[in-house]
């Protein structure tokens, strides 16, 4: 799984300089899909049947502004003061890594750089509850706190996941507070942890395509995701780059 996640991330790293005005996002999907298999990966996404009636079509989710995750490439094009998340999975000899992350495209305004801000550490507040002996609703606890304190909501209807030899397996993780029994964190699991907030109320509704879920109120969202493995020193992010660093850290423009 390590080395599935870092493959991921290297994938990540590929496709950041096309995140740009103009940019074509079935375009993004296949150099994305070019990226995993150069690397030796299948893309965990193609094909994948979840709750929609029909597989899941592309490699990537890309999503733009009022679309929470699982928009589909298309023709459409990138335009400056948008935020787009791209979620992707990669197997590698039957195991998975999952990953998310949100930019912004050209210029913004202050609330969607404030919300891709707040999402991003959100995250990295959730990744740290992912210790031994410690509960699942306290991953989502934390999140949901963070977002709140700052005006954001956090999506409900959507959560993270197990993850392993399946894509996604148990238990669910929240990112919020949830009450009555929860599971006990225990060193060895692996989990995706990704926040999914909107800058307005946290409801959302399906397209009609069976899969793209955008804000019920229109207003724009956020979306990032790492795979975690819980480790007897504490969480250990899997989806990083293998000189351990976060790829939209090292990008130009993404991150301190």
């Known amino acids: 799984m390590r080395r599935a996640g870092a493959k991921l991330a290297g994938a990540f790293l590929d496709i950041f300089t096309m995140i740009e005005p103009g940019a074509v996002t079935a375009d993004i999907d296949r150099a994305f899909e070019a990226a995993i298999v150069g690397v030796g990966g299948s893309p965990a996404f193609k094909g994948y049947r979840g709750a929609a009636d029909k597989p899941f079509p592309a490699t990537t989710c890309i999503s733009i502004d009022e ?74 606890a934390a999140v949901q706190e ?27 993780v929240p990112n919020y507070r949830s009450f009555g029994a929860s599971a006990r964190i225990r060193s060895g699991m692996t989990i995706a942890i990704e926040p999914m907030v909107s800058m307005g109320d946290w409801r959302i509704k399906i397209l009609r395509d069976g899969w793209t879920a955008v804000t019920a109120d229109g207003s724009p969202a956020a979306h990032f995701e790492h795979t975690v493995l819980v480790t007897d020193e504490g969480p250990a992010i899997l989806t990083l780059l293998q000189d351990g660093r976060d790829p939209w850290m090292v990008a130009a423009g993404y991150g301190e």
């Not at 210029?107 to 990744?127: C, H, N, P, Q, S």
């Open 67 to 140: 679309e929470v995750v699982h928009g589909l490439p298309s023709k459409r094009r990138l335009r400056s003061g948008q935020i787009v998340g791209i979620d992707a999975g990669l197997e590698l000899d039957g195991w998975f890594s999952d990953m998310a992350c949100s930019f912004l495209v050209g210029d913004v305004d202050d609330g969607r750089r404030e919300l891709w801000k707040v999402t991003r550490e959100a995250l990295y507040i959730g990744i740290e509850q992912a210790r031994e002996g410690r509960f699942i609703a306290d991953i989502g």
């Open 146 to 172: 963070h977002v709140e304190r700052h005006g954001f909501s956090v999506i409900r209807d959507l959560v993270g996941h197990g993850i392993g030899s399946r894509l996604h397996e148990e238990p669910p």
